[in-house]
């Protein structure tokens, strides 16, 4: 079973793609439209790794190589978001049971958050696939981040006692950064717990294809008008932490 992983910005990838090169000499890089693709073991299992950078579009054709190029049998998307949940906080993570696109309105032709055609507007996450990440998110919570990344760090982004949440991520080509946006998306989508730009897309084509997905979210802000502060930081010096941990613990749980 081989791996596909995918994530929006460098520092959520790279040090997957460090610790991959490190760990199997035969790893190989193919570079298809403008993305490199990294072939090879990562915590003995096969996988492929890929900077999709931001985006649906650019989700949805990274995702599409992954299955059509590489034949991945699976995909994990990983990165961060805004929370949206009453209960989301910075340093949470969010894990999708499902996903839809907050900003597709086809409206009359079809539902608002209808995909045209498809019949549907929410893709639900595949349920082994999810359950293996909420387990792999619990363990780095609860082990790996004391040891990961000092305390004062944690707190110096306001990180306390992080939890995992499971429910609705949405997408959308859109920075949500107002308070006005997070009010206008709660009442819509009373279930929201993030905010992203590729999830949804991601899901789409992994439907179309009938290939198991899952979606990890870090919560980086909380969507409102502080979303800019700091994020270069976060990402660096948390975040980044989050996503290498999370996977190794999903990897090494198949090993």
Known sequence: MTLGILAAIHDEVDALIAAMQHEDARAKVHTIGMRDYHVG????????????RMGKVAAAATTVTLIREFDVDEIV????????????RVGDVVVADR??????????????????LLDRAEFPA??????????????????????????EVLARFGVRDP????????SGDQFIN?????????????????VEMEGAALAQICH?????????????DRADDTAHVDFPA??????????????????RGRA
Do not use: K, N
């Open 208 to 220: 179309e294809y009938g290939v198991p997905y899952a979606v990890m979210r870090t919560v980086s």
């Open 178 to 194: 107002a308070p006005a946006a997070v009010a206008e998306l709660r009442e819509r989508l009373p279930a929201l717990q993030a």
């Open 99 to 116: 996903t839809l696109q907050h900003d597709l309105d086809a409206r009359p032709f079809f539902q608002r958050h209808e995909v045209p």
């Open 41 to 52: 073991e990562l915590h003995g299992h096969p996988c492929v790794l890929v900077l999709a």
């Open 234 to 251: 976060f990402l660096r010096d948390v975040a980044s932490h989050y996503s290498s941990g999370v996977i190794e613990r999903l990897l």
């Open 126 to 151: 595949h349920a082994r696939l999810t359950a293996e990440l909420q387990r792999a998110v619990e363990g780095f919570l609860r082990e790996d981040l004391p040891q990961t990344v000092p305390p």
């Open 163 to 170: 939890r995992l949440h499971v429910g609705m991520v949405a």
């Open 77 to 88: 998307f990983t990165g961060l978001a805004g929370g949206i949940g009453a209960e989301t």
